[in-house]
């Protein structure tokens, strides 16, 4: 049985939530840096993807990576993105993105997203259970 991991999240308003092709896009522009800095071990490059509220909470790149090497391993290596819905709940942008762990497994990310003046940010992550894909 998968445990639910969660990331503290702190809702914070957004100023407008625009759910354009822009967004989108530049939404899963940062989710992708991020997942391959953490591929390629650039830890102070995925730190550089969370919001103000994660990096207050961890206080160090260093701490963050031992975290998301520890607690989201799946995140840790990780290959064969793909992205499913951006939606707005609770007044905050989420991002649905399916990974896959080394030994090929699928997992189902559930990211919180905000818009700050220098661009998007991780507010946090949500391991969500897979499909049962087996027929």
Request: cysteine-free; charged content about 20%; overall charge negative.
């Amino acid at each position: 049985m998968r445990q639910l991991l969660t990331l503290a999240l702190v809702a914070m308003p957004l100023a407008a939530v625009a759910q354009d092709a822009g967004d989108s896009t530049a939404i899963e522009a940062v989710i992708s840096d991020q997942l391959a800095d953490f591929n390629a071990r650039d830890v102070p490059g995925a730190w550089e993807h969370a919001s103000p509220t994660i990096q207050g909470m961890f206080g160090t790149p260093e701490t963050f990576g031992t975290m998301v090497e520890n607690g989201y391993p799946m995140v840790w290596d990780n290959s064969d993105a793909r992205f499913f819905e951006l939606r707005e709940e609770a007044g905050a942008l989420r991002q649905k993105v399916m990974i896959e762990d080394p030994q090929g497994r699928a997992w189902i990310l559930d990211y919180e997203m905000i818009e700050l003046p220098e661009g998007w940010k991780i507010n946090g992550v949500q391991v969500l259970p897979a499909p049962d894909l087996a027929a």
